[in-house]
């Protein structure tokens, strides 16, 4: 079965300062990519979704970018974070319809 | 379209009652529909699901009713712990997309 590595596990930030986050996939290949946010109390936002290596699709105009320079990683990333972006981070993958979500990283931008 | 509608939004049980979330969707293309459960400051995990060719599957104290012709689907929690206190979201899938609930804070009491 498939393993999600997230980190950093929790990051404290300043407004306009860059961000990157990384998630690895073990134990499957060719898997479908997701990042989704979730804020305080609330339900899952999809980000973006990758079904291959450089291949994105962006849910929500935002000021964030995603890219999947590898089959088993995806990164999130931003040049200049926004109070606003501050929230929970969940990377998932699925195979067969299955969503499974990584450990999250929780981002808090002051 | 694409939305799922979740209720409650939050429930209180007993310990050892029957807890009882309901979700509803519109689009007929979604084709395999999981139930997560998520401990805070965890990400989502997987708890079960079913496939619109099913009436009913059940597993363990966890079972999902899907009413094809209402276009809902129910989970049941019986002899409901308080170790399932926890955040319940509903999804369809179709094609790569998941949609999710916007979940329901189950607290049950000792």
């Known amino acids: 079965s498939q393993t999600i590595h997230q980190w950093p596990a929790t990051l404290v930030q300043p407004v306009g300062s860059p961000l990157s986050l990384e998630c690895t996939v073990e134990g499957t290949s060719n898997p479908n990519l997701y990042w989704y946010r979730q804020a305080a109390g609330r339900g899952l936002q999809l980000l973006f979704y990758?079904?291959?290596?450089?291949?994105i699709s962006s849910e929500v105009p935002q000021n964030l970018s995603a890219s999947r320079p590898q089959d088993r990683q995806f990164i999130l990333s931003s040049k200049k974070l926004l109070l606003s972006d501050s929230g929970f981070y969940l990377c998932a993958c699925s195979t067969l319809g299955e969503q499974f979500f990584g450990p999250g990283t929780r981002l808090t931008v002051l | 379209q694409q939305q799922v509608k979740q209720s409650p939004q939050s429930l209180i049980v007993q310990k050892g009652g029957i807890s009882i979330i309901n979700c509803a969707y519109e689009n007929t293309a979604f084709d395999y529909f999981p139930w997560y459960q998520q401990f805070p400051g965890k990400g989502p995990a997987l708890l079960i699901a079913i496939r619109p060719d099913v009436s009913e599957k059940k597993e363990g104290r966890f079972t999902i009713s899907f009413n094809k012709s209402a276009k809902q689907f129910s989970l049941h929690i019986m002899d409901s712990q308080p170790g399932d206190s926890a955040t319940y979201f509903c999804a369809a899938t179709g094609g790569f997309k998941t949609i999710f609930g916007a979940g329901t804070r189950l607290f049950v009491k000792a």
């Open positions: 990758s079904v291959g290596i450089g291949q």
